[in-house]
């Protein structure tokens, strides 16, 4: 079947074109691109005149792994979600399991690095799952240095992971932060030589802990110029909080002297984890100028009392999933802050998309809408739909082309390397494939909240993934499945 969008305004990052057009696709492949292009009995014609056209979003940074929170994603105007950040592990049963699940965007994941420390430091068996893996993140056994056969031991697993079509490596040093610089230096060495990029959440800054073992936006300069691997800085914004100028300076110092250095970012002030996770432990939260109260359980909507009530919930539940305020949304100077994150040239919009959990301990469901009650962070339903608000339509620092390169060209372009399939994605010229995503540019606005995290953004008019109609009208097709894996492939 072939579907001729007729008459958008469509915007082609990889080519530069922005003009009024027509995009016949067919096979899941864009066949052609022009202007009054001929439909063919049969053809499903589509008036997206005053509308824009583009590339669908590649999303390098979720961690949603359900239906549930795909289909927020999809009606935010993404076509691929990716776990690039912290991975899943074993490869071949995260993939195996999204297949025999189905999944309405493309999906794809990276070895994980704290699962492979964790196997061999703590002796915790990974089961591709990301609740076990939040769970994980508050252990303390696997966050410390390796001894050298311990090293070698991980290394090897990150090795086999890559060889089974991982995306590259996710690095979750932030949660392991007191580490051996040196693990770090070895990895990046062998993800170099595998031509795979790293994905890594920094450790912490100098500013926040003087007693870190190097600073973590510093680290990731120095790695990438020593080793020459590709190295991504996952969202810069949360990471570098009131810090941003100076490690916006210094990544862009680095990436002058020849550090592939990549940067991602999202439109929000506040950040989720589990609250195990080392950096929310009263010490360091009073290290980054935060206090307990910065911290919200996400599935109760608790603000957490004071400093006991945090080490309890810690210590209970440290894979339970919390909110960190780390900006004030409410305060001009703070939301200047986020603002350089995402106006920092070349920065490219990543989500940190969470799942939607709900009070009967679920995390799946495929009703839709969804059911009601559901918790999560709003990024996970509104980044894009948010940063097209703000960069495009608002501040007017973005043209429409170049919202295209930041949320769909230069995430596919990170990934070109470790997996040629995606060289036909983030963009819409002949042969690119047939993600497509319809806004109508004066109605975009995210709708979620931190209060009522599950309401879809507006504005996305139509979907395609692989050519397949995921949404019509403005309306989720319940019955579309078309997402593929997303696969590495080993030199």
């Not at 008459?7 to 995009?23: E, L, Q, S």
């Not at 240095?145 to 040093?173: F, H, I, N, Q, R």
């Amino acid at each position: 079947m072939r579907t001729l969008l007729r008459g958008g305004r469509v915007i082609d990052p990889a080519t530069g074109f922005d003009g009024t057009a027509d995009v016949l696709v067919s096979d899941g492949v864009v066949t052609a691109v022009g202007e009054g292009l001929t439909a063919e009995p049969g053809d499903v014609e589509i008036d997206v005149a005053g509308l824009v056209v583009g590339p669908g979003f590649i999303d390098l940074h979720s961690h949603v792994h359900t239906i549930a929170g795909q289909r927020l994603q999809a009606m935010d105007g993404v076509t691929t979600a990716l776990d690039l950040e912290a991975g899943l592990m074993p490869i071949e049963r995260a993939y195996a399991e999204a297949a025999a699940a189905g999944r309405p965007l493309h999906y794809g994941f990276s070895a994980s690095w704290g699962a492979a420390r964790a196997q061999v430091l703590a002796g915790i068996e990974p089961d591709a799952n990301i609740d076990s893996g939040l769970a994980v993140l508050g252990n303390p056994v696997w966050q410390r240095s390796s001894s050298p056969t311990e090293l070698a031991a991980w290394l090897s697993l990150v090795d086999g992971e890559l060889a089974a079509g991982a995306l590259g490596v996710g690095v979750l040093l932030g949660y392991a932060p007191d580490t051996d610089p040196g693990e770090f230096l070895a990895l990046a060495r062998l993800a170099k030589e595998a031509g795979a990029p790293t994905y890594t959440h920094v450790r912490e800054l100098v500013e926040v802990n003087p007693a870190t073992p190097i600073d973590g936006s510093a680290e990731i300069a120095i790695v990438a110029a020593e080793t020459g691997a590709a190295m991504h800085h996952c969202h810069v914004n949360s990471t570098s909080g009131h810090q941003i100028e100076r490690v916006l300076a210094a990544l862009e110092t680095g990436r002058a002297a020849g550090s592939r250095v990549t940067v991602e970012a999202y439109p929000y002030g506040a950040g989720s984890t589990g609250i195990g996770a080392a950096f929310l432990s009263p010490e360091r939260l009073k290290m980054k100028g935060l206090s307990p109260s910065s911290v919200i359980m996400l599935e109760s909507g608790e603000r957490i009392a004071d400093e006991g009530r945090l080490l309890q919930v810690r210590a209970e539940d440290p894979g339970a999933p919390c909110i960190l305020e780390f900006l004030d949304e409410s305060s001009p100077h703070d939301l200047g802050l986020l603002h350089q994150a995402l106006a920092f040239p070349d920065a490219i919009v990543a989500s940190d998309a969470l799942p939607v959990y709900w009070k009967n301990g679920t995390s799946e469901s495929t009703e839709w809408p969804l059911p009601p009650g559901g918790a999560t962070h709003p990024r996970t339903a509104g980044t894009y739909a948010k940063t097209l608000r703000l960069m495009v339509r608002e501040s007017k620092a973005w043209t429409w082309l170049e919202a295209f390169r930041r949320c769909s060209y230069l995430p596919a372009r990170v990934l070109d390397e470790v997996a040629p399939g995606a060289l036909a994605k983030g963009r819409l010229n002949v042969g690119a494939d047939a993600d497509i995503v319809v806004i109508d540019p004066h109605a975009i606005t995210d709708a979620a909240t931190y209060f009522d995290p599950t309401r879809p953004s507006v504005g996305v008019r139509h979907l395609f993934v692989s050519g397949v109609p995921v949404v019509t009208d403005g309306n989720l097709r319940t019955d579309a499945f078309p997402g593929k894996p997303l696969r590495g492939e080993p030199r």
